[in-house]
Each structure stands twice: as C-alpha cells, then as structure tokens.
C-alpha cells in the first residue's frame, strides 16, 4: 500500500537516465506556453519534492531553465528564504576563486550526500519568466544552488564535482553524523 505522502510525489528523472546528461537548449520564446507551462509544472515539482531547486532535464525536459527556491528546511535549516524564482538562459559572468565545500543532495540522486566544492560567490546573468534579463551576485547557500543547477543543464551532477569518492556518503550517515553540526544544509 502506497502511504498518502507518496500520492503527489513527482516523477523525477534518476541519476543514469540519459536526460541528465545532454546538454539543454536554450529558451527562444520565454513567454510561450510552452514555456511558462513548464515553469508552472517544475514549481509545482520542486514545492512537492521539498527540494532549493530543480532543473527542467529532472523533469524530462531538456531546456535550460531551472528554479531557486531557497527555504529553511529539514533538510536545510538555514537556508535562506527566497521566493520561488525561475531562472532561464542561466550564464556564470565571473565566479570567485574562492571556493567552499559544502553538503549537497539531489533529487535524482536519492539517499546520497556529496561535499562538493563551489565557488563561494558568483556574479550571473539570466532572463526572468516576464523574458526581462536580470544580473545578480550569488554567496553561499543560494550560489551553490544556482552552480548545482546549471550544472544539471550541462549534463552534470553534484557528483561530476567531487574532489575524491570519499566525499560521497549515504543521507541516512550524513544524518547521524554531520546534520548536527552543520546547520546549513
Ligand atoms: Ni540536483
């Protein structure tokens, strides 16, 4: 018997499923239908899954669009609150060289943890679903969140990122181990 929690679950592609691994397109009309749908569906997917973020090739779609939705958790109590935001035709413009390890999860990668390095701030470009290019500078929690989903548009994931093996543990050890300690994520 499936429990209730389950019912609304969305369907969310798994790490080995070749959409995870191709390139996305750009966005040529951000204010199709088609667009905007599938900014509406990946809301409606990351809300359910309890995730910061999801990708459109997590949902099947291979476009480069994600959205941030950085929020206090259990998963991660202190991040940030920040409304739903969709981010389209993502670029980097400068990253520091600064990097920072921190605990990472991903939908498509369940019940694992990574320590994954990431440039501590950045400096982006992207289109807003209005179609209206926005700038922004990133730190921290929601700058990882913003590199760990372009990734996922170039066919990584937090995996491809690590510097050795050792730094991927199972969610249950990382519970035990290291949620206490490390508030942020
Ligand atoms: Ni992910």
């Known amino acids: ?45 990351v809300n359910q899954a ?29 991040a940030p609150l920040m409304p739903p935001t969709a981010i389209i035709n993502p670029e980097i413009v400068s990253a520091s060289k600064e990097m920072e390890k921190g605990w990472e999860g991903c939908l498509s990668v369940p ?3 990574g320590f994954v390095p990431r440039h501590k701030e950045i400096a982006v470009t992207y289109y807003d679903r209005q179609g209206h290019k926005q700038q922004a500078t990133y730190t921290d929690f929601v700058a990882r969140i913003f590199q760990h989903e372009l990734d996922h548009l170039d066919g990584l994931t937090f995996i491809d990122r690590l510097e050795s093996p050792i730094d991927l543990i199972s969610e249950s050890h990382w519970y035990q181990e290291f949620a206490p300690k490390d508030s942020k994520m």
């Open 1 to 45: 018997m499936q429990s209730t929690s389950n019912v609304n679950k969305p369907d969310i592609a798994q790490l080995g499923h070749s959409v995870l691994r191709q390139e996305a397109q750009v966005v040529d009309d951000i204010l199709s239908h088609e667009c905007q749908n599938l900014i509406d569906e990946m809301m409606d997917a």
């Open 50 to 78: 309890g995730g910061v973020g999801i990708a459109a090739p997590q949902i099947y779609r291979s476009m480069r669009v994600f959205i941030m939705c950085s929020k206090p958790s259990i998963r991660y109590p202190n």
């Open 111 to 113: 019940s694992m943890r």
